[in-house]
């Protein structure tokens, strides 16, 4: 944690003052976009893994003036992940098929956007119930859950790089990819619930609340992205 708090600090001191034109505002931000992933990243992706309850919960109590790039740079990535992602995983003649565009794959990256900004404002509002929680910051609880979604994509690419039958299989039943890969979606849902948990006791929620308050917020980004976003967006 040491060292996600010395990058941060870092980045805040090296970051460039108010510019007065858009050229310089997304020069700044693909300057923050490399420096996250040159030392931010490394640290909390080390959290997630060797300290998956302390660690996280820490990136929340130590919030940084960086916490809202940070999300919205996690969220981008997001996006940029599931966009080529998605794009690789289906097999050209299903995309031939199908008649399947860019704008399509665009979708894909912000339905899993959407499911993020979904989380955030469902944690936002459980907050709002014992305290006073600042949307912008907030974000870095919908954007620290694009972790562990992005390891699913990176697992659907190594399927997909396993034979095309095996996206086939995925996109028809789940359950035909095998034990392990349910076993592993499992692990990918119990990560986001974790995130959101932590997001939640470091405001000081009730263990109660913050236990199942997390579950229901996963659960609830889950519905609405696939029974309202998805019909919206397909």
């Known amino acids: 944690m040491d060292n996600f708090e010395q990058n941060q600090a870092n980045n805040s001191a090296s970051s460039p003052g108010n510019q007065s ?3 310089a505002g997304a020069t700044s931000f693909a300057d923050d976009f490399k ?6 990243f490394k640290s909390i992706l ?6 998956p309850i302390d660690g996280i919960r820490s990136i ?11 999300a919205l740079i996690l969220f981008v990535s997001v996006f940029s992940v599931y966009f080529a992602g998605s794009y690789i995983m289906i097999p050209e003649k299903a995309r031939d098929y199908w008649d399947l565009d860019l704008i399509f794959f665009m979708k894909i990256g912000l339905l899993f956007v959407i499911f993020m900004l979904l989380i955030t404002i469902f944690t936002f509002g459980i907050k709002s119930g014992s305290g006073k929680p600042v949307f912008k910051t907030e974000l870095l609880t919908g954007g620290l859950c694009g972790v562990p979604l992005g390891i699913l994509c990176i697992a659907l690419l190594v399927l997909r ?7 086939i299989e995925l996109v028809d039943s789940p359950v035909e990819a095998g034990t392990v890969f349910l076993v592993f979606l499992l692990y990918i849902f119990l990560m986001l ?3 959101v948990q932590q997001s939640l006791k470091a405001s000081g929620t009730k263990d109660s609340l913050a ?16 029974k309202v976003v998805w019909d919206m967006l397909f």
Not at 35 to 40: E, M, T
Not at 46 to 51: C, D, K, N, P, Y
Not at 161 to 167: A, D, N, Y
């Open 21 to 23: 034109t858009q050229q």
């Open 35 to 40: 420096s996250f992933y040159k030392g931010d």
């Open 46 to 51: 080390t959290l997630f893994f060797t300290s």
């Open 60 to 70: 929340f109590v130590n919030l940084s003036d960086r916490a809202y790039t940070s």
């Open 161 to 167: 790089f396993m034979g095309e039958k095996k996206v």
């Open 193 to 195: 619930i974790n995130v």
């Open 211 to 226: 236990w199942y308050g997390s579950t229901l917020v996963v659960l609830l980004s889950f519905y609405f992205t696939y």
